[in-house]
């Protein structure tokens, strides 16, 4: 009886393995891999620039300084 008992839990580890872990395994290892594929036409595409903004463009105020004047047109009925 002790013997039937492990090659049942054996055969459902076999399953287990086999049908559930193995398979998510697989898949996000080709996810990660087509993301990083993605990525990598990405950058080539737009000339392997990084995207990332480190500042303020040269030219262009910076918002975030307090008590810049803004301009405006006054509107009179």
Known sequence: ????????????FYRLVF???LPIYRT???????FREMHEKMNQQFGG???????PTPG???NNKVGDYIDFEE???
């Open 49 to 55: 620039t990084n995207t990332e903004n480190t500042g």
């Open 60 to 62: 262009r105020p910076d």
């Open 75 to 77: 509107v009179k009925d």
């Open 28 to 34: 996000t290892r080709q996810v990660k891999k087509g």
């Open 1 to 12: 009886m002790e013997f039937v008992l492990y090659f049942i839990l054996a055969y459902l």
């Open 19 to 21: 049908n559930f872990i």
